[in-house]
T-cell receptor
Framework: NAGVTQTPKFRVLKTGQSMTLLCAQDMNHEYMYWYRQDPGMGLRLIHYSVGEGTTAKGEVPDGYNVSRLKKQNFLLGLESAAPSQTSVYFC??????????FGQGTRLTVV | KQEVTQIPAALSVPEGENLVLNCSFTDSAIYNLQWFRQDPGKGLTSLLLIQSSQREQTSGRLNASLDKSSGRSTLYIAASQPGDSATYLCAVRPPYGNNRLAFGKGNQVVVIP
C-alpha cells in the first residue's frame, strides 16, 4: 500500500520555466490537497479538490493551477516559476473529513 | 478564521522523561483534530485523530487529549526516546465551510540521550 506518492522529489527550475507536480493516491480518497511549507510560515493550503473533476482555491493559490481528471491523481502546475515559489510542496488526501495522509514532499528551488 | 498555536516552538528533554506538547485553537467548533510527526526533510506522518465527540485517543506510548470548550489538545509521549526527536504538528478541521485543515507551526522536539 503506497499511500500518497509525489513525483518528483526534487527539482530545480529557472525563473519563468514551467513544471507539473504529480500526486497519486491509492486509498480511493475523495479529497486531495496541495500545501506548501516554508520556514516560519508553516503549512499553507494552495488548492484542494473534493472529488474528480472539481478543484478549489486555498489560502495561497496565485501562480498555481491544478487539475483532478482522475480520482487518484491531483496535479499542481506552475506556469511561470518565480523565486518566491521556492518551497517544499506536500500533497495530502483524505476520505471526506477524516484522517489526512501526506506524501513525502517535493523540494522545489527556483533560481 | 481558526488560529492554531503550538507553544513552545522548540524544546529538549532528557531520554526517559514524558513529553507533553500543547496545541490551542481559537474556535472550539471543530470536526476533529489530528496530530502529525514530521522528521527533517520528510513528509507528515499521522499519529492520532481525535473526533470532536472524543476526549482522548491512545496509540502505544502516545496519548492525545481534547478539551473543545477550552480550545486545547495535549499530546503525551511516555518515556521519551531519542527516536522521538522530530517536529510535532497539530491540525484542526472545522465543521463548516469546506472543512479544510488549519495547522499549527509545530513543536520541534529533541530527546537527549
Amino acid at each position: 500500500n503506497a499511500g500518497v506518492t509525489q513525483t518528483p522529489k526534487f527539482r530545480v527550475l529557472k525563473t519563468g520555466q514551467s513544471m507539473t507536480l504529480l500526486c497519486a493516491q491509492d486509498m480511493n480518497h475523495e479529497y486531495m490537497y496541495w500545501y506548501r511549507q516554508d520556514p516560519g510560515m508553516g503549512l499553507r493550503l494552495i488548492h484542494y479538490s473534493v472529488g474528480e473533476g472539481t478543484t478549489a482555491k486555498g489560502e495561497v493559490p496565485d501562480g498555481y493551477n491544478v487539475s483532478r481528471l482522475k480520482k487518484q491523481n491531483f496535479l499542481l502546475g506552475l506556469e511561470s516559476a518565480a523565486p518566491s515559489q521556492t518551497s517544499v510542496y506536500f500533497c495530502a488526501s483524505s476520505r471526506g473529513h477524516q484522517e489526512a495522509f501526506f506524501g513525502q514532499g517535493t523540494r522545489l528551488t527556483v533560481v | 478564521k481558526q488560529e492554531v498555536t503550538q507553544i513552545p516552538a522548540a524544546l529538549s528533554v532528557p531520554e526517559g522523561e514524558n513529553l507533553v506538547l500543547n496545541c490551542s485553537f481559537t474556535d472550539s467548533a471543530i470536526y476533529n483534530l489530528q496530530w502529525f510527526r514530521q522528521d527533517p526533510g520528510k513528509g507528515l506522518t499521522s499519529l492520532l485523530l481525535i473526533q470532536s465527540s472524543q476526549r482522548e485517543q491512545t496509540s502505544g506510548r502516545l496519548n492525545a487529549s481534547l478539551d473543545k470548550s477550552s480550545g486545547r489538545s495535549t499530546l503525551y509521549i511516555a518515556a521519551s526516546q531519542p527516536g522521538d526527536s522530530a517536529t510535532y504538528l497539530c491540525a484542526v478541521r472545522p465543521p463548516y465551510g469546506n472543512n479544510r485543515l488549519a495547522f499549527g507551526k509545530g513543536n520541534q522536539v529533541v530527546v537527549i540521550p
